[in-house]
């Protein structure tokens, strides 16, 4: 099975900052890479698939990177409805794997 | 609008088995592969399994941790999908999810419905 690092687990920014996201792939896989939002409670919600292609909805300060094994999430400037715990999925062979999350939280 | 919706679940003892239900509704479901995901209580994310659509011949895949236990069925007429959960253990414990799958993730999901194996 292909393995996704995430880092960091956790994090701790304002509202405005620059917040950035890695997932690493245990092998390649191409940009076959999603990445989801998570409130608690709530079911996730997909912010971007194919690496870098936004979801239609999602606001455009939610940026996706990368390919073959490294990949980033990007909010551009943190606003309150953005702390939430997000998670990458790679879809490219099966099993699809998460990551491990990464809970943001306000500092 | 697109709707998902999760039914089924509950309290189980260790060994048991169990059918979750996924109805569906506002899109084309024979057009979409259909995923399950679940969180147990406090964790991450477990992508478990999946269906394919007519055209793929209705292949499944799935988790090695649910393989040759858990079974996705699904049914175009009814715009339904099942996952039928057997030989359950206290690890099966989670919420479970359906997904809608739309450029190769899901990207629209039900509630969730909460199994709990315990004895």
Known sequence: DIQMTQSPSSLSASVGDRVTITCRASQGIRNDLGWYQQKPGKAPKRLIYGAYTLQSGVPPRFSGSGSGTEFTLTISSLQPEDFATYYCLQYKSYPGTFGQGTKVEIK | ?119
């Not at chain 2, 709707?3 to 057009?31: I, N």
């Open chain 2, 1 to 119: 609008e697109v709707q998902l919706v999760e039914s089924g679940g509950g309290l189980v003892q260790p060994g048991g088995s169990l059918r979750l239900s996924c109805t569906t509704s506002g899109f084309a479901f024979s057009e979409h592969y259909m995923d399950w995901v679940r969180q147990a209580p406090g964790k991450g994310l477990e992508w478990v399994g999946r269906t394919k659509t007519k055209l793929y011949s209705y292949t499944t895949e799935y988790a090695a941790s649910v393989k040759g236990r858990f079974t996705v069925s699904r049914d175009d007429s009814k715009n339904s999908l099942w996952l039928q959960m057997n030989s359950l253990k206290t690890e099966d414990t989670a919420v479970y999810y359906c997904g809608r799958d739309a450029n190769g993730s899901p990207d629209d999901w039900g509630q969730g419905t909460l199994v709990t194996v315990s004895s």
